[in-house]
Each structure stands twice: as structure tokens, then as C-alpha cells.
């Protein structure tokens, strides 16, 4: 059976969806809504699929790249994060430049892109994050430096005494290219109350990527879901950043983060089920309409369900990583790392076409 055929939807009450998708018409809250109550997922799913082929064919795109994690001492405590430490606790580390260079230098391919992110360290300065930016791209003028959150930012631009546009420019400067999307967490405050009160608020997130995007800087945005929020608060985080993506157009890729449990402090009544991040994945690219890319981040998702998620609107299957702290931490079974080969067979495994790319998801 067709599954896209419209008395399949019409029969479940998704007509007028499905006919929207179809004309690539904005869907609303209530859409969003009805296609979570949705009883059958795949349908979601295949409404997903449809608008990913609209943008991107059969492509599926990875990069070679090369995470960096150069601290995990962090003042914020956030209760779902089991990377943080406190300062002097035992585990707690912090990264000479000396050392960055060294994971660089250990790369089996030389990176096309590098994410750096860490915690807020009370006593890192600026100094320390120009200096890092300056060696690492001198040992590769090439590649793209894709670091720092929102909420780093937010807390440079504390320590220093200086507005976070300041941040941002001194540190392009340096030799930032781009943000990453971490940091959002879910924007609901209520919620945002209970899992990181410390953390830079919703508003504040969004406007250091605008600032950002004002510099002439691309960014990638972010939703940790399947802890304590609800599916309205899904909807709302992506209407959120949909209408800032309206406002000022720099958002590159989207990355739904499903929530691990394993190491936690953070206790969630309703562990979310696969289908469920299927579902989400899907939902998150029918909302996000004018956001280009929707990442399979196979780090937090596991090989075989980020392969699923190419078949349920993601479009990017990140890349080779090498080394992972964060999502591993919290209790992420994925490998460090992946090669160029792997990859592509991962790709090639479900039906699409790998095509490998830059940070700005130009084709190489």
C-alpha cells in the first residue's frame, strides 16, 4: 500500500496535513498536535521522508570531523548532565592547547571540521579560548572551527565583563567559524527551572545566534528531548527557533538530542521508546520548515537508529567524531568514533546516497 495515499491520512484525520506538507504550506502548534497524537508513527514518518526528498533526494551527508571536549568543570551543575564536575573534584580535567593539538594531531584524516565545547570553567578566560582557536587553526588553516555553545558564550562574556557580541567578535577574530547548536535544552521555562537553572535562559540562547548570525556567522541549533518535558513543549522549542531562523536566517542544521538516562541524576517518568524518537525526529522536520538539515546524530541515537532517522526526515548523519565525552558520559553505547567507510556503508545501508561535506554542508 501507498502509504502517502491521501484516504490513508484522510482517514485519520490528517488530510488537511498532509495536503500542507504536500504544498509545503507552514504547519501550526495544532498541527504539530494532532500529528503526535497520531496512532500510527510511520505515517509521520512517511510525511517526513516526503519533504527530506523534496530538499535533498536520496543524499544523506556526513563530514569528516573531529570533536575536542576541553573541560568538563562547569559552574551551571545542570541535574541531567553527568560530564560536569566541580572544580578539585576528582575526574575534573581541563585541556592544555598543547593537548588539543595533540587529539588533532592523532586524527586518522585531517578534519574538514572542528567542534570544540566544554563546561563553564569559573576561571578560564578569554585568553585561553583565542589562544586555542589561533593554534588550532594554524595547524589547520583548512578546516572549520565550530565552537563553543550559546551558553559558553554567555558565560565568557560574564567573566570578562564585556557583552556577548564582544565575545563573539573577538573570537571570530581568533578564528571561530561557527557555533554549535548545544545549549538549547528545551526552552520551556518552567521546565528549564527544574534541569538547568543556572544556565543561560531561552531568550538569551537565541539571541547570542542572532548576534552571531549578524556577524556573518552560520550556527546549528539544537532540542534535548525525553526527560520531563511535554510534546507541547517540543512544539513550542521549534516554533521558537523556526521564527528565530525567520528573523535572521543562520541556522545551517537542527539536531533532536534524545534524552540518556543511564547516568543521570535527572529521574523521567516516561523513558522515551524508539518510536518516539522516530516520531520526534519526524515531527521536527515538518515544523522546521525553513532550517535546511536535520542531523541523525548517531553519537546519542545508536548506528542502527540514526539509520532509521534517514527514513524519517533526517537528511545528515554527522561524521567520523573520533572522540566523544559528553553524550558518553551520560550513557551513549555508540562507538568514539566512526571512519569515512563506515560511514558511507551506514549510508549506502538504508537506501541513501553518502555524500561527504563541509561544515557549511557545501559537497567535497
Not at 563530514?63 to 568538563?72: A, E, F, G, K, Q
Not at 541531567?80 to 576528582?90: D, K, L, T
Not at 513543549?233 to 540518556?260: A, K, M, N, V, W
Amino acid at each position: 500500500m501507498n502509504i502517502l495515499r491521501s484516504d490513508y491520512y484522510e482517514n485519520m484525520g490528517l488530510g488537511d496535513i498532509r495536503t500542507k506538507v504536500e504544498a509545503g504550506e507552514r504547519l501550526t502548534m495544532e498541527d504539530g498536535k494532532r500529528l503526535f497524537n497520531c496512532q500510527e508513527p510511520l505515517a509521520v514518518g512517511a510525511l517526513a521522508n516526503l519533504v527530506r526528498t523534496r530538499l535533498h533526494g536520496k543524499k544523506a551527508f556526513y563530514v569528516v570531523n573531529r570533536h575536542i571536549n576541553y573541560t568538563n568543570i562547569c559552574v551551571n551543575g545542570c541535574t541531567f548532565c553527568a560530564y560536569q564536575r566541580e572544580e578539585g573534584q576528582s575526574g575534573g580535567f581541563v585541556l592544555s592547547t598543547e593537548d588539543a593539538l595533540a587529539k588533532i594531531d592523532a586524527s586518522p584524516i585531517a578534519p574538514r571540521e572542528v567542534h570544540i565545547v566544554g563546561g563553564c570553567h569559573p576561571r578560564l578566560g578569554l585568553n585561553y579560548f583565542k589562544s586555542l582557536l589561533g593554534s588550532v587553526r594554524a595547524r589547520l588553516p583548512e578546516a572549520v572551527l565550530k565552537c563553543f555553545t550559546a551558553v559558553e558564550i554567555a558565560h565568557f562574556a560574564r567573566l570578562q565583563g564585556i557583552t556577548t557580541r564582544e565575545v563573539l567578535k573577538r573570537l571570530q577574530s581568533a578564528g571561530l567559524g561557527m557555533l554549535p547548536g548545544g545549549g538549547a535544552e528545551i526552552f520551556a521555562p518552567a521546565v528549564r527551572e527544574r534541569i538547568c537553572p543556572r544556565k543561560s535562559t531561552a531568550e538569551e540562547w537565541l539571541a547570542i545566534h542572532e548576534e552571531a548570525h549578524s556577524l556573518g556567522m552560520k550556527t546549528n541549533c539544537t532540542m534535548l528531548f525525553g526527560h520531563i518535558e511535554s510534546r507541547e513543549d517540543r512544539l513550542d522549542h521549534l516554533i521558537r527557533l523556526r521564527e528565530s531562523q525567520d528573523r535572521s536566517g543562520g541556522y545551517t542544521c537542527f539536531i533532536p538530542l534524545p534524552f540518556l538516562t543511564e547516568n543521570s541524576q535527572l529521574e523521567t517518568p516516561n523513558p522515551l521508546t524508539g518510536l518516539e524518537e522516530l516520531r520526534t525526529i519526524a515531527i521536527c522536520r515538518l515544523m522546521l520548515d525553513n532550517i535546511p538539515h536535520i542531523k541523525a546524530y548517531w553519537v546519542m541515537l545508536g548506528v542502527k537508529q540514526a539509520q532509521a532517522a534517514l527514513k524519517f526526515g533526517a537528511d545528515d548523519f554527522d561524521g567520523t567524531v573520533v572522540e566523544e565525552k559528553i553524550g558518553h558520559e551520560a550513557g551513549a553505547t555508540s562507538e568514539q568514533g566512526m571512519t569515512r567507510s563506515e560511514l558511507e556503508e551506514m549510508i549506502l545501508g538504508c537506501g541513501c546516497t553518502p555524500v561527504e561535506r563541509d561544515a557549511y554542508f557545501n559537497e567535497v
